[in-house]
């Protein structure tokens, strides 16, 4: 077997998961223009969201799995070749539903590409540089949030939206003709694909999902949105049934066993439910309501989404000085504290610069969040299963992500609606005041977490072999260093 090169691995991996880091955002200043050109609504434009996220996180860990038993390398390049078609399919697409299955296919190549970015990234460098090639590893992922809603919004005003997914076709030809001689096959412990878990999770998760966002439209009492409600609660608990007894668990409950994991994980979910649910609406807001152009939009967001690569480098002195709880919890009263402000200003003739202060604050709590989250989440995990904890946070959070979308858009639609600027302001400032609420409620679970890691726990660097241990791509800094 040929040694790996690192440089070779770094170029491969490094721009794969920059665009794959860059689609999680690059739809969101195009939804108002997809929304127009395709002819949808308010649930068109949750489920193109929905969609890419739901299938990301369910199929992470699995992806995991399949990548250890049948090679990484060979793993990596079908994840990249179902992305880079599933894009095409998207720039294709002639209406909503298309658009929403081809981003379904995008978010299950995804799910295969990212974690193999790191664990490529990490067997071709050697130890005493693996620090270097794990910043430098974020530090792509970090540029992909933050320019995706800055290029999403240029794409889609000077071409149009189909652009933000065919930019990914000659990205990902390229890297699928390198790929193969500048990567070298690996694999790991072989393990057993949790296929009935898989299901019952996937299964579970989408019948929730599309409960929650066709409530409105049809009615909350009506056979097809509670059917999909009831069918979705029954199946996650027939998931977490077959986990408890299966002997080769997806998802080993026995983590959560551990009150500083369990409380780790709230304290996510609440964090991407509240605060990605409300970027969703916020966005739209720039365009419909405040009158930017995608590209005005996406330049005037970055001071939320770029201030995390900014924040980040000081987390590690705060985590020192103060520890990982105290931490998590001013990291996510910063973010519930930003929501709570923009809702206070929030009207049909708001200021930009009345906005700014609420922006930064946000991006603030969201740059402190992320490796303190990390940090805690494999650090409360055993050893042996710190690669598998990696990702379930990773999983929490996407999920978090689709719940927030869903359920502050249901609130969004029950309040207001696209019929006029005051109509879109009356359901927007609920749906961000429950998201500072949830957010909020994040801060006390985090502040409940242990004060101590146990003395078990070994650095986050331990799971940077796992196929698991890997930031999601709404979250650069929670990188494993």
């Known amino acids: 077997m040929k040694t790996p090169h690192p440089v070779r691995t770094f170029i491969v991996t490094g721009i794969a998961l920059f665009m794959v880091a860059l689609d999680n955002l690059i739809v969101t200043n195009a939804l108002p223009a997809i929304r127009t050109d395709l002819g949808t609504g308010l649930e068109g434009l949750e489920w193109t969201v929905n969609a890419y996220t739901l299938t990301f996180a369910v199929l992470l860990l699995p992806a995991a799995a399949v990548a250890d038993r049948y090679g990484r390398r060979r793993l990596f390049i079908g994840g990249l070749a179902v992305f880079t078609a599933a894009s095409a399919a998207a720039a294709l697409a002639p209406n909503i539903g298309t658009l929403i299955a081809a981003r ?6 995804g799910a295969v590409v990212m974690p193999l970015t790191l664990t490529l990234l990490a067997a071709a460098v050697p130890p005493a540089r693996r620090g270097v090639a794990l910043a430098a590893w974020s530090t792509m992922s970090g540029l992909g949030v933050a320019l995706g809603p800055v290029l999403g919004g240029a794409v889609t005003e000077y071409a149009t939206w189909q652009w933000i997914f065919w930019v990914n076709v000659p990205v990902g030809v390229v890297l699928l003709a390198l790929a193969p001689g500048f990567l070298t096959e690996s694999r790991g412990a072989a393990k057993r694909l949790d296929v009935p878990g898989t299901l019952l999770v996937t299964g579970g998760l989408l019948g929730i999902v599309l409960g929650l966002v066709r409530g409105n439209e049809h009615g909350w009492t009506s ?13 996650v608990l027939a998931f977490v049934g077959y986990e408890l007894r299966a002997r080769a668990p997806m998802l080993p409950m026995r983590l959560f066993r551990d009150r500083g ?28 309501v405040s009158q930017m152009g995608p590209l005005e939009a996406g330049v005037r967001t970055l001071p939320w989404t770029g201030m995390p690569i900014l924040v980040a480098p000081l987390t590690a002195p705060l985590i020192g000085r103060l520890g990982v709880r105290t931490v998590l919890a001013v990291a996510l009263a910063f973010q519930a504290a930003g929501l709570g402000w923009l809702a206070l200003v929030l009207a049909p003739d708001v200021s930009y610069g009345s906005m700014v202060p609420a922006f930064v604050l946000a991006g603030v ?19 042996e299963l710190a690669g598998v904890a990696s990702g379930v946070s990773n999983a929490v959070r996407q999920l978090g992500t689709v719940l927030g979308v ?3 858009g249901a ?5 207001g609606g696209f019929g006029s600027p005051q109509t879109f302001v009356d359901g927007l400032l609920p749906a961000v005041w429950i998201g500072a609420a949830v957010v909020a409620a994040g801060a006390v679970a985090a502040a409940l977490i242990p004060g101590r890691l146990p003395t078990h726990s070994q650095p986050p660097a331990a799971a940077e072999s796992g196929a698991g241990a890997a930031p999601s791509v709404a979250n650069p800094e929670a990188q494993p260093a």
């Open 406 to 408: 869903a359920v502050l």
């Open 223 to 235: 056979a097809q949105v509670l059917g999909s409600l009831v069918a979705g609660v029954v199946l």
């Open 411 to 415: 609130v969004f639609s029950g309040q």
């Open 104 to 109: 379904a296919v995008q978010g299950a190549g």
């Open 261 to 288: 994991f369990a409380l780790t994980n709230v304290a996510t979910l609440a964090m991407a439910s509240g605060m990605f649910g409300a970027t969703f609406l916020l966005v739209q807001f720039l365009q419909g």
């Open 365 to 383: 709590g969201m740059g402190l969040f992320f490796p303190p989250a990390a940090r805690a989440a494999l650090g409360f995990a055993p050893p």
